[in-house]
């Protein structure tokens, strides 16, 4: 898989200099390296909005330690079954978008591979650190710091697009995914979190238990995938508000009783298919 110039637009090759790639490069001259922890950094430094987009360290460290202690395994695993249910048997190319420090994007390729699948798989996130501890674990996958909203790669040039949570670009989507290719979409269920949100808003609201409708895409599948979440660990209690808007929310007072007493809470994921047209 090459990627597409963020500046001018042009195809990037990456030339070997005494057996080492080392840059991206464009017909334009445009020059972008290849960072040691494998990544590529596509995202100008015109089109950040600060020095240092997307989630904090801090976030960013808690949403690691959190995801690789399996809590969140139950929609991975289905995120993995229905991608493998769907996918054609000769797709090339794969893309998560938002991927961050990779949990997701490294059991999909694990499971793909198993089940026989031929095919590269792309991570793209805002984030550069979260990008660097990806490229190091999953060193046999390709990662690119760049925004959904301008990603860098060529039209037509995804068999299928993962979107868990991240913000995106219909016209983008629309752009790089391939007629006839699938695009997973996830995002929070009705009750997701019910119970800590009920501790932060007097009338706490449901998520919208709404499929949205995407132009140039037609309906393949939607479900719910719902579980329970249950931790006594403190250590782990942090980590899980920490990566969510709950850190802010919540006082000081109610964290440290929930980190102190444990608690239980609804994890609520509803899942969309999309093939585009």
């Not at 079954?81 to 059991?107: F, M, S, W």
């Not at 040039?157 to 006839?180: F, T």
């Amino acid at each position: 898989m090459s990627y597409r110039c963020p500046i001018c637009k042009q195809e990037l090759t990456l030339p070997s200099q005494q057996g080492v790639a080392n840059s991206w490069l464009c017909a334009s001259g445009h020059s972008f390296d290849v960072a040691k922890e494998g990544y590529v950094n596509l995202l100008p430094v015109n089109k950040k909005k600060s020095k240092d987009p997307g989630d904090n360290k801090e976030m960013m460290f808690a949403r690691r330690e959190f995801l690789n202690a399996g809590f969140y395994q139950c929609l991975s695993d289905r995120v993995n079954q229905v991608l493998i249910e769907h996918l054609p048997a000769d797709a090339k190319n794969l893309l998560d978008i938002g991927c961050g420090e990779g949990y997701y994007t490294g059991r999909l390729a694990k499971c793909l591979q198993e089940s026989g699948f031929n095919i590269n798989i792309d991570g793209l996130d805002i984030s550069r650190s979260a990008l660097r501890y990806a490229a190091k674990r999953y060193s046999d996958l390709s990662f690119a710091v760049a925004s959904s909203y301008d990603m860098p790669y060529g039209t037509d040039s995804m068999d299928a697009m993962l979107r868990i949570y991240a913000p995106s670009e219909l016209s983008e989507l629309q752009r790089v995914l391939k007629s006839g290719g699938l695009l997973l979409t996830v995002s929070p269920g009705e009750t997701h979190h019910f119970a800590i949100k009920k501790m932060i808003y007097e009338t706490p609201r449901l998520h919208q238990d709404t499929v949205p409708e995407l132009v140039g895409f037609s309906l393949v599948m939607q479900e719910r995938v719902c579980s329970e979440l249950r931790l006594q660990d403190p250590l782990m209690i942090k980590h899980f508000l920490q990566m969510t808007p709950y850190a802010w929310k919540l006082s000081d007072e109610q964290k440290a009783t929930l980190q102190q007493s444990g608690f239980c809470c609804e994890l609520d994921f509803q899942l969309v298919l999309y093939q585009r047209d």
